[in-house]
């Protein structure tokens, strides 16, 4: 296994604001371990205990809940530089949803629970990470309100009309990259794969949007 450098991972925003020598006594603490997976493997598991979070190095996971009929949700996506799991390793509750490889991946896990123990907390990298850690959680949390914004529609038009504006908001222009595959983008939304392909399709044929596969440009922004 490749070993990371502190100058790699100052780069990563749970390290931001850590000089190398800092970011090396992490890695000298025991506290991480790294792991590659393929696409489509479960990285945690609903139903078990953690006491790591995942950051992810290259590649991208995604956050999803199935229920005992098989029925999946997408919750978020996770891409490189970003955590997960953060929650369940720290208030030590039982995962309710399933971290899986989107594509193939490298992921870093810290031991958030054993850092933030009386070992850790006098070093001088600790409040630096805590900090970062409270503001990546933060992040998420909003990710996640804006799930349900997107989501709160019955009408299928609208649950994409708000999520390509959020897209668009976020990329800063009318054209973009989604994190989501078609299939993806239907457990994310909770829509049925037919029926959003076909509301795709008329938004193309309405002259509102274009897209290729997971590239989007808005045509028409007063009829998104």
Request: a positive charge.
């Amino acid at each position: 296994m490749k070993k990371e450098t502190p100058a790699a991972l100052s780069k990563i925003p749970l390290f931001r604001n850590l000089p190398e020598n800092d970011i090396e006594d992490v890695l000298r603490s025991g506290l991480t371990e790294s792991r590659k997976y393929r696409k489509g493997a479960a990285i945690l598991r609903a139903g078990t205990l953690t006491k790591k979070l995942g950051v992810v190095l290259s590649g991208s996971v995604t956050i999803e809940n199935v229920d005992l009929w098989g029925n999946r949700s997408i919750l978020s996506g996770v891409s490189s530089g970003q955590i997960f799991g953060e929650t369940y390793a720290l208030t030590g509750e039982m995962l309710m949803v399933d971290a899986v490889a989107a594509c193939d991946c490298e992921i870093l896990f810290l031991d958030v629970k054993k850092m933030t123990g009386p070992a850790f907390r006098a070093r001088g990298w600790f409040p630096v990470m805590l900090m970062n850690l409270l503001m990546l959680s933060s992040g998420k949390n909003l990710t996640l309100s804006n799930r349900i914004f997107h989501t709160s529609s019955k009408r299928v038009r609208t649950r994409l009309q708000s999520y390509l504006t959020f897209c668009s908001l976020k990329a800063g222009s009318v054209e973009f990259d989604i994190p989501f595959d078609r299939q993806q983008l239907a457990d994310y939304l909770n829509l049925d794969r037919t029926a959003l392909s076909k509301e795709l399709g008329k938004m193309k044929s309405e002259g509102i949007i274009d897209f290729r596969k997971s590239h989007f440009r808005i045509l028409a922004e007063d009829r998104l």
